[in-house]
C-alpha cells in the first residue's frame, strides 16, 4: 500500500457526462501528480500540484480540469466525456516538486470506461 | 518538451540477467527513476539516480550518465514475478515525464 488513496475504483459512464476523480496523497506529501494510460500506452502526464498550486501541465485537453484543495487532496475533472478518454487515471504524490530523490508513489488508480 | 526511449520489449530466462536501456532529452535534469508495472496496476518505485554511477539495490541496480542523457537497469538473478513493464521516468524542474515502458517476459 503505498498511501495514495483514489476514488472510485472503477466508473462507468455515457459519452457527453463529466466525473471527478478524487484523490488523496500521502500523508505530508504535498505534491500530486496526475497521469492518464490508456491500454497498452504508457503514462501520459497531465498536470501537477505543489501545495495548492499548479505547476506544470502535460498534454491536458481543455475538457479536463484539475484543482488541489487546502487539505492537499485534488480531484481531476473530466468533461464531455469521449469514447477515446477510457483509461486508467492515476495520481502520484511525493514530498515535494523539485526536491532531490522525492519520488513519486502512485494510487492504484481509476479505471473510467465511457460507453 | 522531454523524449525518453525505451525498447518496447526483451524476453529472457529466469535467473539469467536483462539490461534495459534509457536515453532521453530534457532540460533541467534532477533525477531519473525506474518503475515496475504490472498490468493494470499501479507503478512502483525500483531506484532513482541524480549522479553519474551505479545505483545497486538487492537485485536491481540502476546507472545513470547525464552527459550522454543515458540509464539502464540491469536486472538480476531474474524470477518469473519480475514479468512486467519497467518504466523510465525523468523528472524536469516540477514535471515526471515517463517512457513507454518495456515489457520485460521472463520464460522458465
Known amino acids: 500500500d503505498s498511501g495514495v488513496t483514489q476514488t472510485p475504483k472503477h466508473l462507468i459512464t455515457a459519452t457527453g457526462q463529466r466525473v471527478t476523480l478524487r484523490c488523496s496523497p500521502r500523508s505530508g506529501d504535498l505534491s500530486v501528480y496526475w ?12 498536470i501537477q500540484y505543489y501545495n495548492g498550486e499548479e505547476r506544470a501541465k502535460g498534454n491536458i485537453l481543455e475538457r479536463f480540469s484539475a484543482q488541489q484543495f487546502p487539505d492537499l487532496h485534488s480531484e481531476l475533472n473530466l468533461s ?28 492504484q488508480g481509476t479505471r473510467l470506461t465511457v460507453v | 518538451g522531454q523524449n525518453i526511449d525505451q525498447p518496447t520489449e526483451m524476453t529472457a530466462t529466469e535467473g539469467a540477467i536483462v539490461q534495459i536501456n534509457c536515453t532521453y532529452q530534457t532540460s533541467g535534469f534532477n533525477g531519473l527513476f525506474w518503475y515496475q508495472q504490472h498490468a493494470g496496476e499501479a507503478p512502483t518505485f525500483l531506484s532513482y539516480n541524480v549522479l553519474d554511477g551505479l545505483e545497486e539495490k538487492g537485485r536491481f541496480s540502476s546507472f545513470l550518465s547525464r552527459s550522454k542523457g543515458y540509464s539502464y537497469l540491469l536486472l538480476k538473478e531474474l524470477q518469473m514475478k519480475d514479468s512486467a513493464s519497467y518504466l523510465c521516468a525523468v523528472r524536469s524542474l516540477y514535471k515526471l515525464s515517463f517512457g513507454a515502458g518495456t515489457t520485460v517476459t521472463v520464460r522458465a
Open chain 1, 35 to 46: 497521469y492518464q494510460q490508456s491500454l497498452d500506452q504508457g503514462l501520459q502526464f497531465l
Open chain 1, 80 to 107: 464531455s466525456l469521449e469514447l477515446g478518454d477510457s483509461a486508467l487515471y492515476f495520481c502520484a504524490s511525493s514530498v515535494a516538486g523539485t526536491e532531490w530523490g522525492a519520488e513519486a508513489f502512485f494510487g
